[in-house]
């Protein structure tokens, strides 16, 4: 198994663009989990799904960032506009709930906004 | 919710001795605690985990230990080798929310001098 893939690995943007982060979990799994990791905040869980519905978001930090999860094998997280504080590694995770608690980590997404 | 609080933040130690890192909860019903290993600029990955029915696992040099009633866990790691060296994060189950949401402590970097 190719474990659980992110793309794009870095991204530099601009402040007030558009930043979309992908993710597709590990096959079979059912839960599907976003953090933000900063050296201040450590790692925050920004939401999670289960059977592609989103179960707490209650880490979104605010209105500009939105996740969807359209299947079980595809994730976005969505910033707009995007501002210099978002800056920060974003992992996405996946688990198989019910069967098996280990959360399996993706490689991540370091983003840096400008 | 769950609140996690990890100590100390960093640690650093001879190769060869033991290391100790300590963690405490404040939801006496979370039932699920593990510690993952992140390496610099790598992903967290799991390295041993501890559900509420028992106190002590150990899987080679590492182990891991929980005390229900003063709410806090401990991972012991003997016979430290370089490769130790890494940050070692704490986790608890939050079980207000889906029970797949876990709570992170802030982290533990290791040192470990050859």
């Known amino acids: ?38 050296m201040m905040r450590g790692l925050e869980l920004l939401i ?42 974003y992992f996405c995770a996946s688990s198989l709930a019910g069967v098996l608690d280990e959360q399996y980590f993706g490689p991540g997404t370091r983003l840096t906004v400008t | 919710g769950e609140n996690v609080e990890q100590h100390p933040s960093t640690l650093s130690v001879q190769e060869g001795d033991s290391a100790v890192i300590k963690c405490t909860y404040s939801d006496s019903a979370s039932n699920y605690f593990p ?9 967290p990955q799991l390295i041993i985990d ?22 806090h866990f401990s991972l012991h790691i003997t016979e430290t080798q370089p490769e ?16 797949q949401k876990l709570v992170f402590g802030t982290g533990t970097r290791l040192l470990v001098s050859p």
């Not at chain 2, 501890?50 to 709410?71: F, H, M, P, W, Y």
């Not at chain 2, 130790?84 to 029970?99: E, H, I, K, L, Q």
Request: net charge positive; with cysteine; hydrophobic share 30%.
């Open chain 2, 50 to 71: 501890i559900r509420s029915n028992v106190g002590e696992k150990k899987d080679q040099r590492i182990a891991v230990t929980l005390n229900k009633t003063a709410k």
């Open chain 2, 35 to 43: 510690w993952y290993k992140q390496e610099l600029g790598k992903r």
């Open chain 1, 48 to 89: 999670y799904f289960n059977n592609n519905v989103p179960i707490d978001d209650s880490g979104m930090p605010e209105d500009r960032f939105s996740a969807k999860m359209p299947n079980a094998s595809f994730s976005t997280l969505k910033i707009q506009p995007s501002e210099p504080r978002d800056s920060a590694v």
């Open chain 2, 84 to 99: 130790d060296s890494a940050v070692y994060f704490c986790a608890s189950r939050d079980m207000n929310t889906g029970f």
């Open chain 1, 1 to 38: 198994d190719a474990g659980v893939i992110q793309s794009p690995r870095h991204e530099v943007t601009e402040m007030g663009q558009e930043v979309t982060l992908r993710c597709k979990p590990i096959s079979g799994h059912n839960s599907l989990f976003w953090y933000r990791q900063t």
